[in-house]
């Protein structure tokens, strides 16, 4: 990890965001759900405002998908996704590291048109859950329910 990584803060928090990306969660809201199986934030707690911690489901030593809003494991492994080159080098966690720190208020303009750009796409993901479940059934494809719930969409309402 990049411990002595450092950015600029260039948008006030949360807000000034691209037109095109409009999270329905906030990265205190997804912690407080259950994401990643509680490991993704537990060795960087220092960089975010406590606040988003003090309801978050954390796991300190590995992952447990128990801890997932869904209680379900909806998530490939970080290596994964290097092979597929979905990771950053200014974001070595992916695009929840990055969703943080947009939220935040850094932008990199070209990092933030192509983690947007994978946000919208996984709306085909939402597009299958209303297709195949009915409204508010949680039992109906958990897995693509958390994979949902991991890009800042509320797939509790769906």
Known sequence: MQRDY?????APEGRAFDAE???????KQM???????G???TDCQKEFPADWFA????SPKKKDPALNY???DASQPL???RKKGWIHDDDPRGWFQWYCRYYMGRRLPQEDARQIKRWKL???HIRQIQKNCEPGDPYCRPRQRQAVLHWAYDSRKL
Do not use: D, N, Q
């Open 79 to 81: 290596s994964e996704w």
């Open 39 to 41: 490991k993704y934030m």
């Open 21 to 27: 990306f409009k999270p329905e969660l906030t990265p």
């Open 31 to 37: 912690l407080a759900l259950g994401v990643f199986g």
């Open 6 to 10: 450092s950015y600029a803060l260039v």
């Open 55 to 58: 309801h978050a489901k954390l």
């Open 70 to 72: 869904f209680g379900v």
């Open 122 to 124: 996984i709306t085909r």
